[in-house]
């Protein structure tokens, strides 16, 4: 061990380590101190070796259960679910944080309570594998993602809710069906669904649990039940192990074809321990290669995405105030973003965490809605 290390905590002990801290050193004062009185460990404790706190596989991580606040952050997350099952080729997640658990119903509804309480007015629930919330559940009718925006929604008066990052195969009938009743209300038209390929043998190859034809049909009855208002966002990788041109091209057409307003792209990154390591070693796509197919991917996303947006100028859209950066706060205008999560400068200057709508005039130079307060 460090010379002048007191502990050792792992991923899976990371929500003790206050605690953890707190213990060590009132085990060297007194078992009377308190938190005000919490000093650096090192400067406390020393010696050669020196306490770990970890699975082993630093597999458990912990759902955070802290209060939430508007504040520096105007639409906080909630991570409702951890942990991974799926075990694509690529990823490293079951390995570091083990299979799906989930954070209560009852905790869950009493954190968005206390953030309505706060004065909090738009709230984005994550997780890991947000769509798979409950399903470790011996009850899974009840536990499912769905059931639970359900309740939140009725049981609670949370104005606004977004729901972050769900796998293709997770948008199931109830979920599409919510979406249908309270998208453009209360709850977000936003859906994002990785993608990572559109080549059915790539795909494969990453053991992913869904078809390029799935995925189309899972957007198509996205937009059927929210309408064309909607924001479809995906995550896409490039050059993953043996991928061809021909490969790429498919997954060109593929999302030239669908109605994204946003893209998040990345190349592929080997992770030790994965199968995908191992494929990396034996079917290495070149630097150069993945390099212009990041470059192909950019130049469509830009194309995607302005020619989602501009179909709102002249429309109305309801959107939130957020913390404004200091020039754009200099030019008397305030960041916003609407519900269907585009970027929107706002003439006028407002406090954040204010609902609004937006009266859209036009397309900033740097791809974002410009608008004015109608209420």
């Known amino acids: 061990m460090f ?7 792992g991923n899976s002990h990371k929500a003790l380590a206050p605690q953890i801290i707190f213990d060590l050193v009132a085990s060297e004062r007194s078992p009377s101190i308190t938190a005000q009185e919490i000093v650096p460990v090192h400067s406390l404790l020393g010696g050669n070796s020196a306490p770990v706190w970890a699975d082993d596989r630093f597999a458990h991580s912990f759902l955070e259960e802290a209060s939430l606040a508007p504040g520096k952050q105007t639409r906080p997350n909630l991570k409702i679910q951890e942990g991974c099952g799926n075990r694509c080729t690529f990823c490293v997640i079951p390995i570091t944080r083990g ?40 009850n899974s009718e009840r536990d499912s993602l769905g059931n639970l925006v359900r309740s939140i929604l009725e049981c609670t008066a949370l ?4 729901l972050s990052s769900i796998e293709p195969m997770d948008w199931d009938d109830e979920l599409v069906e919510l979406l249908h009743e309270h998208g453009g209300g209360r709850l977000c038209r936003h859906a994002h669904l990785p993608l990572q390929s559109g080549s059915d043998a790539v795909l494969r190859r990453m053991h ?20 064309s208002s909607l924001t479809i966002g995906a995550d896409v990788m490039v050059g993953f192990p043996g991928e061809t041109d021909r490969e790429f091209e498919q997954t060109l057409d593929f ?4 109605p994204f307003g946003y893209l998040h792209l990345f190349p592929f990154s080997p992770r030790p321990g994965t ?39 002249g429309r109305e859209l309801p959107a939130i105030t957020l913390q404004t950066p200091a020039s754009l706060a200099a030019r008397g205008c305030t960041e916003a973003i609407t519900d269907n999560f585009i970027p929107v400068e706002l003439d006028g200057e407002w406090p954040a965490n204010q609902l609004f709508t937006a009266r859209i005039t036009r397309l900033n130079s740097d791809g974002e809605l410009v608008a004015y307060r109608t209420c």
């Open 3 to 9: 010379p002048g290390v007191a502990a050792v905590v």
């Open 159 to 162: 104005p606004r809710l977004r």
């Open 255 to 258: 999302v030239r074809a669908l």
């Open 99 to 138: 299979p799906s658990r989930s954070l209560r119903r009852e905790s869950v509804l009493r954190r968005l309570e206390d953030f309505v309480a706060a004065g909090g007015n738009e709230l984005v629930l994550s997780g890991i594998n947000l769509g798979r919330w409950g399903r470790e559940s011996r």
């Open 275 to 313: 199968p995908g390591w191992d494929l990396h070693a034996k079917l290495l796509v070149p630097t150069a290669a993945v390099e212009e197919r990041m470059d192909a991917l950019r130049a469509l996303a830009v194309e995607k995405a302005r020619t989602h947006r501009i179909r709102f100028v």
């Open 208 to 227: 992913r649990r869904y078809r390029p034809w799935h995925y189309a049909d899972k957007v198509a009855a996205l937009v059927q039940a929210a309408g």
